[in-house]
């Protein structure tokens, strides 16, 4: 499986959490068929495209936290809460 695939496979898996509930990177991981690679399912959370969909929103770290630092277009970081 190719990095693209793996990639893919995350955000589908991320794309899955309904409305109101959470994730850790660990359990995205694991239902990405990749246990012990939640580091990578940060990696593809900090490369998102800004104008993704995907509730990146909605991962979580062990500490039941977000993570992924995201930039607005002025260069602002900024969190989301929903």
Not at 11 to 17: A, G, K, N, R, T
Not at 21 to 47: C, D, E, N, T
Request: charged letters at 25%; proline letters at 4%.
């Amino acid at each position: 499986m190719n990095e693209q695939e793996l990639h893919r496979q995350i955000l589908e898996v991320i794309d899955l959490i309904p409305y109101g509930k959470v994730a850790s990177y660990g359990q995205i991981a694991k239902l990405a068929g990749l246990p012990k690679h939640a580091r990578l399912v940060g990696f593809v959370l900090k490369h998102l495209d800004q104008e993704s969909k995907v509730p990146w929103y909605r991962v979580i770290n062990a500490q039941g936290r977000i993570s992924v630092n995201r930039i607005n277009d002025k260069g602002e970081m900024f969190s989301s809460v929903y």
